[in-house]
């Protein structure tokens, strides 16, 4: 736990605008409610759908002294997401980004379409790298002072089967963070990435293969809401956090035990889980 008060961003950085991918739903809609109600207007990307059309409308209802905007989008190769996320933004000046946009693509990694780990890709590493140099740029340039928040897991610090696209982005999103964040910490401008332990959303509602692992980590969940000020006392204070007992857990065994020690233990014992087993049996 960080022993510090919750840290009025509005304030702190004498913003205006918040800029929230995946803002639809989850952790997104919550950090979007949360950045809300510091009075910050929000801009909101995420899925083109009922949960963004439902999110706008309560956030508008909530608080109509504020402006929030929607960028209605998908974050693939085929998609120009950032020429959407430009034009909404255009005349206005974004001091606090959230990179949580994400999802998870499970079972062995040959076993899923090629496009749909490469759609797995851009969504939860790549498009992190247009968006944040975009706004980083763009407050370096201004000599604002700022954060650029990121999303991330500790699955990025073990080796995580079933979920190996995941895991990966997930590394990349947290040592990006801690690279930019060294680069720019000595112009007042935040950059971390924060590991949540499990939380209640519909991240785990459209996996293709359920994982019992993974089933089994959604009994401790905590609600999205219980996440905003925990990742705003994040800001500032560290370039990475790992939020939660199972991301502390994870991390404390990490830091005890070689990563090849890890890779080698689950290599040998992964032939006798369930989950392999099961998806075993659909390799030809």
């Known amino acids: 736990m960080i022993s510090r008060p919750v840290p009025n961003l509005k304030e702190k950085y004498n913003a205006e605008w918040a800029l929230v991918t995946g803002g639809g739903s989850g952790i997104g809609k919550a950090l979007c409610f949360a950045l809300a109600s510091q009075g ?44 959407k996320i430009i034009k909404a933004t255009k005349d206005i000046t974004v001091q606090c980004v959230f990179n949580n946009a994400g999802f998870i693509v499970t079972g062995f990694f040959e ?77 007042g401008i935040d950059v971390c990435a924060v590991h949540p332990s499990p939380v209640a959303s519909n991240f785990y509602d459209k996996v293709d293969h359920k994982i019992e692992l993974m089933e089994a980590a959604q009994k401790s969940a905590v609600p999205p809401s219980d996440l905003p000020n925990q990742i705003f006392k994040s800001i500032g204070a560290c370039a990475t956090r790992d939020i939660g007992g199972m991301a502390l857990g994870t991390r404390i065994g990490t830091f005890f035990l070689p990563y090849n020690f890890f890779t080698r233990i689950f290599a040998v014992a992964a032939p006798f889980l369930p989950d392999y087993k099961k998806h075993n049996a659909n390799r030809k």
């Open 40 to 83: 910050l207007n929000v801009v909101v990307v995420s899925l083109d759908d009922a949960a963004l059309t439902q999110t706008m409308s309560e956030l508008s209802k909530n608080y109509p002294a504020l402006q929030f905007r929607s960028v209605p989008t998908t974050f693939s190769s085929n998609v120009n997401y950032m020429d």
């Open 111 to 187: 076993q899923a379409p090629l496009g749909k780990h490469l759609a797995n890709l851009e969504c939860n590493a790549s498009s992190t790298v247009p968006i944040t140099h975009h706004f980083l740029k763009q407050m370096t340039d201004k000599k604002l002072k700022g954060c650029v928040v990121f999303t991330s897991s500790v699955a990025g610090f073990i080796p995580t089967p079933f979920a190996a696209m995941y895991a990966s982005t997930k590394a990349f999103v947290s040592q990006f963070a801690c690279c930019c964040h060294i680069e720019v910490y000595g112009l």
